[in-house]
């Protein structure tokens, strides 16, 4: 079997993805995490929060109930339909972080979750806190000239 026959085989017996329904899922959902951040947003600020307290607090309430619900194996069930929509808000970024601790709780708390906790999600703090150094020698410079 050459490598186009077997290529042709492994699409023909691939299934099929419903890229519509996957994307009207995504952006719904996704939409619907952004709606709830948005209520929060609004309470917070209607307690008496400041625009800036408001949106940490948010931000927070966000996270900590991303943290719970994966905790609770939920999270994944809605990633399961929403695909991309529970990736994008600041809640998959905290499900990144909160899913290999879960899965690793058995191997104790230093090799299992302290380790194994930011194994997803802890290139991107690397790279995200990197650049915001280089990016703020870079200001910094240009603001002595």
């Not at 009207?24 to 307690?47: D, K, P, R």
């Not at 625009?51 to 609770?72: F, K, M, Q, R």
């Amino acid at each position: 079997m050459t490598e186009k026959e077997y290529e042709k085989l492994v699409e023909d017996l691939a299934p099929k993805s419903p890229i519509m329904r996957d994307c009207f899922n995504a952006f719904w959902i996704g939409g619907l995490i952004c709606t709830i951040g948005q209520v929060f947003l609004n309470c917070y600020s209607a307690w008496g929060l400041d625009e800036d307290a408001a949106g940490t607090a948010t931000s927070i309430t966000l996270v900590c109930l991303s943290a719970l619900l994966t905790g609770l194996s939920l999270y994944d069930n809605i990633a399961k339909h929403a695909g991309a929509g529970t990736l994008v808000p600041i809640t998959g970024f905290a499900n990144s972080i909160a899913a290999p601790a879960v899965e690793f709780k058995t191997e104790g708390f230093i090799l299992g979750v302290g380790a194994k906790m930011f194994t997803i999600a802890g290139p991107v703090i690397v790279y995200g806190v990197s650049a915001s150094v280089v990016y703020g020698f870079i200001y910094w410079i240009t603001t002595l000239f």
